[in-house]
């Protein structure tokens, strides 16, 4: 498969090559090509995520079905993270590159499974998303560390683990205030 440029006359020219596995790759690394968004890629990509946890929360799963599913997810986009991670750090030549956003997926997933409470109102999916989203941006201690030192498929993925456990840590802070 190719893309084409029009020239004058009726002619074209290649522009590149592209494969259908290139695309099928870059469908499932930029999040279902919401991290491709030109602004914010990983809040857009992390609304995987969220969509996945609000899947079982909108079906009224008990609690621990709906961190058994977070779980799940986590796992799988770990998976997946791990088996793109080579092919997008090539793709976008970065060591983490911004549209590559299956990090983000795994890190808001995560935020349900540490959370030491039963998240059962939209508010919560929310708040949680967007603690998450700003805890990630700005990097906690213990994610920074990994953010700056580890620039492996691993350290891309585990900064954003550490920001889901500080995000779930101050959820549960603000429902013992309230």
């Known amino acids: ?16 090559p592209v494969k259908i596995s290139d695309i099928f790759k ?6 279902f090509f919401l991290g491709l ?18 899947t079982a929360w909108h079906f009224q799963w008990d609690p621990m079905h709906v961190r058994i599913w977070c779980l799940t997810g986590a796992v ?10 080579p092919w997008a750090q090539k793709h976008w030549g ?8 299956l990090d983000e ?11 030491p409470f039963a998240m059962t109102e939209l508010w919560h999916l929310l708040a949680a998303f967007v603690i998450f989203r700003i805890f990630d941006a700005i990097k906690l201690p213990g994610a920074r560390y990994i953010d700056r030192n580890i620039h492996t ?3 891309v ?21 309230v």
């Open 1 to 16: 498969m190719h893309f084409f440029r029009r020239k004058f006359k009726g002619e074209f020219d290649i522009i590149s």
């Open 26 to 31: 870059l469908f499932l690394a930029s999040g």
């Open 37 to 54: 968004s030109p602004v914010v890629p990983g809040s857009f990509g992390a609304l995987s995520g969220l969509a996945w946890h609000y």
């Open 76 to 85: 799988f986009f770990s998976a997946i993270h791990y088996l793109l991670t």
């Open 94 to 101: 970065d060591p983490d590159p911004k549209h590559f956003v």
């Open 105 to 115: 997926i795994v890190g808001y997933l995560c935020v349900p499974v540490f959370c």
């Open 153 to 155: 498929a691993s350290g």
């Open 157 to 177: 993925l585990f900064d954003d683990v550490v920001s889901a456990a500080w995000t779930a840590l101050a959820l549960w802070g603000v429902a013992a205030l």
